[in-house]
Antibody, heavy 120, light 113 residues
């Protein structure tokens, strides 16, 4: 059974960088694509980007966030991470990590999500 | 970006009745060479992550009740719940994975009348 769990700070200050980690169990991080998706309170879903690792690493980011986003993977720890810089209140959201089989596949497993609030 | 537009934004249906949610994409999400629509439907209940219900526009995920069905092709898609149950109260989203950035519809809130 594949399980994903997000972890990271719940409160971050404006202009700072958010760092979140997704820990994967029941699957190898080298066998699938891994995405970050966010959802502002009471609003819809926004895809942030994905990473694929199989020897070499491939990433794809939403152009709306590309200048501020970095997604990386630590295969030895079965984790992948999100860094989002220059935070503002508009980045307040529940952040989800999710798995998909390929670049044109659906998100079949999701973490429970972690709420990140950007506030001073 | 492919814009996904759902209708209606909210819907109230009596228990046992049919619920229909529509999703329209700003460009086709059909890969004609393999005749697959890169369109999924998700169900999200309060405090939970989205759950994949239907992929390739019409294929139910394992364990999803058969009262849920998806149809459509190209740019116009429909999620139908044939006989609404109390546990179906949720927000439903369509999503395209035809091209990045992947995009979701704005969501349709389904309630009991």
């Amino acid at each position: 059974q594949v399980q994903l769990q997000e972890s990271g700070p719940g409160l971050v200050k404006p202009s700072e960088t958010l760092s979140l980690t997704c820990t994967v169990s029941g699957a190898s991080v080298s066998s699938s694509y891994w995405s970050w998706i966010r959802q502002p309170p009471g609003k819809g879903l926004e895809w942030i980007g994905y990473i694929y690792f199989s020897g070499s690493t491939s990433t794809n980011y939403n152009p709306s966030l590309k200048s501020r986003v970095t997604i990386s993977v630590d295969a030895s720890k079965t984790q992948f991470s999100l860094k989002l810089s220059s935070l503002s209140a508009a980045d307040t959201a529940v952040y989800y990590c999710a798995k998909h089989w390929g670049p044109d596949y659906f998100f079949d497993y999701w973490g429970q999500g972690t709420l990140v609030t950007v506030s001073s | 970006d492919i814009v996904m537009t759902q209708s209606p934004d909210s819907l109230a249906v009596s228990l046992g009745e049919k619920a229909t949610i529509n999703c329209k994409s700003s460009q086709s999400v059909l890969h004609s060479s393999i005749n697959k629509n890169y369109l999924a439907w998700y169900q999200q209940k309060p405090g939970q992550p989205p759950k994949l219900l239907i992929n390739w526009a019409s294929t139910r995920e394992s364990g999803v009740p058969d009262r849920f069905s998806g149809s459509g092709s190209g740019t116009d898609f429909t999620l139908t719940i044939s006989s609404l149950q109390a546990e179906d109260v949720a927000v439903y989203y369509c999503q395209q994975c035809h091209s990045t950035p992947y995009t979701f519809g704005q969501g349709t809130k389904l309630e009991i009348k």
